[in-house]
């Protein structure tokens, strides 16, 4: 059965692949980024411009909505006595007040759709303490409290998960995976030796927000390579 999904990002990476997977799937995406991507369309499409972080920037949303996720992220990898208060609050805004803006917006779609879903994206860094983590992991780990919370307090009508990858091969980790001695050293710390594809992280949120996942909700699902739970020889 065909359903509606809010997209939030997905001009790249991990939001263009589930942006592909669902229209393929022939489900209808409202996709919603800074500056929409004009040289793509699609019957099922529809895309708007909107700024998560900016308080202004209004959400257009159809009445009614199957599911919503939100993709906007950052990395910025740095030692904690050089990273200033503002870099923390930016990291804050992209990824948890962003999320919440979006999220407050949506309701009344979201309650009007057929068991709507709503998936956030978290980082392997919150599980397991990494340095030069701090900014990222601090923001993620508001954003799997937040999705737990509201999983609680909106249960049974709408589900709330997070996703938490290791490093992925998109764009936004381009600066981590831009020589080969860099890519091969990050794909040797993960215990299946390799770095996760924005393809393997679009199917495993399509998972959570398909009606197939219907008993799921509360749920932080690891999708890291073993990062988080494995130590291997």
Not at 18 to 40: E, W, Y
Not at 98 to 116: D, E, F, V, W, Y
Not at 117 to 140: D, E, N, R, Y
Not at 182 to 188: D, F, I, M, Q, V
Request: with cysteine.
């Amino acid at each position: 059965m065909s359903r509606s999904y809010l997209l939030i990002g997905g001009n790249s990476g991990i939001g263009k692949a589930f942006l592909d997977h669902q229209l393929n799937a022939g489900h209808h995406i409202i996709a919603c980024s800074r500056t929409p991507d004009t040289s793509f369309s699609h019957p099922n499409l529809t895309q708007y411009a909107f700024d998560a972080t900016d308080e202004n920037s209004e959400l257009s949303c159809p009445e009614s909505i199957d599911g919503l996720i939100y993709m906007p992220g950052s990395i910025q990898l740095k030692p904690f006595h050089r990273i200033p208060l503002s870099a923390f609050r930016s990291e804050m805004e992209i990824n948890l007040f962003g999320a919440i803006r979006t999220i407050q917006k949506a309701l009344p779609a979201l309650k009007k759709g057929s068991n709507p879903s709503v998936v956030l994206f978290s980082t392997v860094a919150v599980q397991t303490g990494m340095p030069f983590h701090s900014g990222i992991a601090s923001a993620k780990g508001a954003v799997e409290g937040l999705v737990r919370s509201l999983a609680a307090e909106y249960a049974p009508s709408i589900r709330f998960n997070a996703i938490a990858p290791s490093l992925v091969d998109t764009p936004l980790a381009e600066g981590l995976l831009n020589n080969e001695k860099k890519r091969e050293n990050s794909a040797l710390r993960h215990p299946l030796k390799r770095i996760g594809s924005a393809n393997e992280l679009a199917e495993a949120a399509a998972y959570l927000m398909s009606e197939n996942a219907s008993w799921i909700t509360g749920q932080v699902l690891s999708v890291d390579g073993g990062m988080s739970s494995l130590k291997t020889l």
